[in-house]
DNA sequence: GTCTATAGCGCGATAGAC
DNA sequence: GTCTATCGCGCTATAGAC
């Protein structure tokens, strides 16, 4: 963990004390602590703390649309896609034995505070993550795995909801049972 | 609006600040400006700000569920009092021209800085919310209004975390017609 | 690239007059 | 119940030595 570069150990530090505490609790002071430098050191590598922010939500857009990418690009039904992209949320639940969030649900919930670059970049994680459902449904509906009446996008925007909305919900009751729960009522209605 | 007590002016107040930026970000130097009451007679009403967070969300569950037991009590279809239901979330976003999320929301983000106490309190509402999403659920069940397979209980978690993960997308993305759309795919699946 | 030191501000909270 | 005044702290950020 130590032979990671500075500039990424702070990284990883704040965007688990984000996810965690929220933008407005995290605190320079914080990450000093769990890096081990001082805060000086840090405001040579994100001069502001926007420039900090900012930085996360690119990192983890890049992170997150590269294993969704992987599993589009695989070979499975539609159905077992869906179950491995619920599957990324339940990874970061269980991670943290249920007290982080999907760092964009975080971000969303203070998105007033943000500045407009970090702002704009949290609007294109939840755009990307619509687009990517929409293929997934389209190829269920193609082979009849999934049945849905109307138009892919808003079957496409409910789940990604769900999904932010569930990491929050999961946190103040049950944890990773409370997410296994809505999963289960999802496919529910849209496996059947 | 000033004919109110000022305890009731100052609750108000801080729960459109905490809808808008969250609890962290919201200060009591922001209720004396709003309010026009210096920040010391705050503290005279609510000593510690957990102790105005917690009157707050004890407030907001009062007024919600009671809301909610209204639509129960009429005499609507299934599908009519979930529509309704939704509705009151609709309400909040239009309300505030799209950067107003639900209280509880928020607070589930922020929850790990909250007092044990508040946090109690967002638990509740979800739970009683999901309790009473069961009951409609169960009612367009028995009149063939609402058509799923499993737990209702399951059913009811989904449509509490797509709406509360509705509202935080929405702000990102679109405001009402987001939600809106969200609410579409919802009611597309549940009933048909 | 990391450090010490510190500026300057806003925060929650309290004391005590009126 | 509201006020003025203030305390002590933590915050973001900067200057300048090493």
Redesign the interface.
């Known amino acids: 963990m130590n032979d990671k570069d500075t500039r990424t150990r702070i990284l990883d530090v704040a965007q688990d004390l984000i996810q965690?505490?929220?933008v407005?609790?995290m605190s320079y002071q914080h990450i000093s602590d769990a890096v081990g430098i001082r805060k000086a050191s840090i405001h040579h590598h994100f001069p502001a703390k926007e420039d900090l922010v900012q930085a996360l939500v690119e990192r983890y857009n890049g992170f997150f649309l590269e294993v969704v990418d992987g599993i589009l690009a695989s070979e499975a039904d539609a159905p077992t896609k869906l179950a491995r992209y619920i599957g990324l949320f339940e990874a970061t639940l269980s991670e943290s034995q249920g007290?982080k969030?999907c760092l964009c649900?975080?971000l969303?919930?203070?998105?007033?505070?943000l500045g407009s670059a970090s702002?704009a970049s949290?609007?294109r994680f939840?755009?990307e993550n619509e687009d990517r459902l929409i293929v997934i449904l389209e190829q269920g509906r193609q082979e009849g795995s999934i049945r849905?009446?109307?138009?892919p996008?808003?079957?496409?925007?409910?789940i990604?909801?769900?999904?932010?909305?569930?990491m929050?919900?999961s946190?103040?009751?049950g944890g990773l049972p409370?997410l296994v729960?809505?999963r289960?009522?999802?496919l529910?209605?849209?496996v059947?």
Do not use: K, P, Q, W
């Open positions: 965690r505490l929220g407005n609790a007290d969030v649900a975080m969303g919930a203070e998105l007033t505070t702002a949290v609007r939840f755009a849905f009446a109307g138009d996008r808003h079957i496409a925007r409910m990604v909801s769900l999904l932010e909305g569930a929050l919900v946190r103040t009751t409370y729960s809505v289960d009522g999802l529910d209605l849209l059947h």
